[in-house]
């Protein structure tokens, strides 16, 4: 089904450092960032992977088991206030508890603050020892009058073959990351997106962890593509907090296509 949609999607993707342990500071800056003039009255927000309590700790650890929480915990429910508040579209992270199994997760709220997305990350990378693979397959949603899927970091490097007819379905891919590069081989998102994009006729929006403590090579550089693969906004190199926004048009079809 193609997208419903005539206008382009005004989309932001946020980057901004992650603060461990710490929710409510995490939730307070991506407050102020949603209601800064560089976000202000976009349609859908995408926010990095595992952002609200950060990825991995200063001393370089990776068990979040002390933040789960189930899908209707505080965070959650904050995160649908800020769309509420915002009057945006939102996907952001939680720690799932369920059933006494944890997950990656992301949560995607329409601009009511009502929650219409629900994805488990099928790949956790190999820090990731407290999360069990994601067992609700991969969604496309009807959003925004759009058709939306999800991926989660990791993900990208099985996602064609896990996904791909979700992929095909799809307009566009919201992948949110705490992306790392080994040192010297430069950013592996520079030929991943494209060429998923191509392959696809997806376009994508990517919101990555900003440089922040511990310092990790590939940290930064949110980019938002179209299904040309063309990078059409991305975060200045090495920037703090920012607001990574384009208008897309969207379609099996775009316009210059």
Partial sequence: MA???AAPLDVV???LP???GDPRGSLAEIDSLLGSPAARGAELALLPELIVTGYVSP???SDLRRFAEPLDGESAQRLAELARAHGVALAGPLVEESRG???NSLLVFDRDGRRVGHYRKRHPWFPERWAAPGDLGTPVLELLGVRVTV???FDIHFVSDDAGGALDAADLLLFPTAWVDPPGEGDA???LLPALARRHRVAIVNANWG???PALHGQGGSRILDARGRTVAAAPPGAGPSVVRAALRLGPDPPGA
């Fill in 18 to 20: 992650q603060r461990f």
């Fill in 59 to 61: 001393r370089g650890h």
């Fill in 211 to 213: 440089p922040s403590s």
């Fill in 13 to 15: 993707a946020l980057e």
């Fill in 3 to 5: 997208s419903r949609r």
């Fill in 189 to 191: 998102r520079a030929d």
């Fill in 101 to 103: 199994r944890l997950y």
């Fill in 151 to 153: 991926a989660v970091c």
